[in-house]
């Protein structure tokens, strides 16, 4: 009852306690110091700013005066709440605590003396151990990051960590080789790979619960001379649909890839390396054609989006569930638009063609480094060149590029290497990020996808028909009006989305 009461004189003294987001606020140590993560783990809440004798803190609950008196008596200082999620708030906590929990976990298994042995004949006991702590908490942490992959690469004294964070590697920390033996086994375990092999390459995966979302991870280990390398791929299940017109910023393609899944039959593929985006543009193409009157199948390894409305299947290899024989059952649904996650060998690429031309709308990827090449592609894969020119619609190549940081975003004037790359005789005034907390020095905050288009006209059929090569068909896709990434990349540059290096990076192999 006094707890109530005094909620209540609060929320009256206090009409407006502001809601903020963690993720767009600068964290200072100052303040994190103030408070130990078995503090903010217990009451729900985030230190991020000291000014003069006042404490600024995130908290589930910022109205429970309990909480806040216990935290004014731990620091010395007066309490300034704010209002965030409690899945942003924990979220912060696994970040910005991490190397106390990762030394508290060392501490535990040196302690302990826990064996590889132990891990695998007692797997129930060590649930709550400190080895399962240490592989969640590297886990957890690279989901906060939103990272695409782990590497955890052992080398002659230590084993490094390092995540994929918008397509970039960054180390975030090292573990003793000892305690990597342990971790190793346990990720092999849950991944239902063989631990007794350690000579040969091996692939597994598991699920894995965070934050009461479900996550996919696929795991690779290789034998090097430091001992096993793992990388675990992390894939991000999304149900909510993703909208063509938000994630295509350029108003000229959203236009044309309109225009293209207009096409009642037909083949459109995506193309770019892993990790560029393709199965996300792809997605929100479902979105855009799906409809009651349209039967959609997909065949995916695995469904990474899940979308309402949408027939979808997940590979399944050991059952005999490939990408060509899930076609082939496909095609007996009676289909309207297939989708396809990626076109891997040649039985595969052929009745992809064939379905396209007997009056399918084919949807698929392929890893191809720009939208000229891939007819060549295909050809490769033994598709007859006159069936490529009648089933393929477009192509669409492209790119992730990292956008600069609006934090420390700064101005400066292009020098005689990045002209001559942009192709430009002016010093023009370009941007980039200095580096800071928001971004982890990085000068990048968050992404944007550009692509290549080639929309195909009776005159690239023929190019294709006739076998040219692929500079002759990309000759005359940019006279034909076709924009290269390497063309949107610089207009980005121009208009200070992002930097000449950035684009250097992601422009066909230049560094």
Known sequence: MENKLSYLKLKNKVPYIKSISLDDIYISEEALKLLTKEVVKKYGVMPFKVESNKLHIAMIDPYNTSIIEEIRFITGRE????????????????????????????????????????????????????????????INQAINKKASDIHLEPF????????????????????????YVLVNTRIKIKSGMDISKKMIPQDGKMEYEFRDKSFNLRVSSIPTINGEKIVIRILYKIS??????????????????????????????????????????????????NSKERNIVTIEDPVEYEIEGINQMNVNNKA??????ALRSILRQDPDTIMIGEIRDVETADISVKAAITGHLVLS???????ATTPMRLC????????????????????????????????????????????????EKVYKGRGCKFCNGSGYRGRRAVFEIMYLDETNRELIRKGQSSNKIRNYSVKNGMKSIKESCKELVLSGVTTVEEVMRVSYGYI
């Open 79 to 138: 309490i300034i709440p704010y209002k965030d999620t409690k899945y942003s708030i924990f979220s912060s906590i696994e970040v910005y605590y991490e190397k106390e929990i990762v030394d508290e976990v060392l501490k535990d298994i040196k302690d302990i003396g826990y064996t590889s042995k132990i891990i695998k004949d007692n797997n129930k006991i060590i649930e709550n151990a400190p080895v399962v702590k240490l592989t969640n908490s590297i």
């Open 320 to 325: 005999g569930l490939t990408f060509s024989s």
């Open 240 to 289: 909510k649909n993703i909208d063509i017109n938000n994630l295509i910023e350029d108003q000229d393609d959203l236009t044309l890839i309109k225009k293209i899944l207009n096409h009642p039959s037909g083949i459109i593929l995506v193309t770019g390396p892993t990790g560029s985006g393709k199965t996300t543009t792809l997605c929100s193409m479902l979105n855009e054609l």
């Open 380 to 427: 490769d894969m033994n598709v007859e060149s006159y069936l490529i020119a009648d089933s393929l619609v477009a192509v669409i190549a492209q790119r992730l590029v990292r956008k600069i940081c609006p934090y420390c975003k700064e101005e400066y004037i292009l020098n005689d290497r990045e002209m001559e790359f942009l192709n430009t005789h002016s010093k």
């Open 365 to 371: 990827t392929l890893h191809t480094k720009d939208a």
């Open 156 to 179: 002659k004294d230590k084993v490094i960590v390092r995540f994929r964070i918008d397509g970039v590697l960054n180390e975030r920390m090292t573990i003793p080789k000892e305690v």
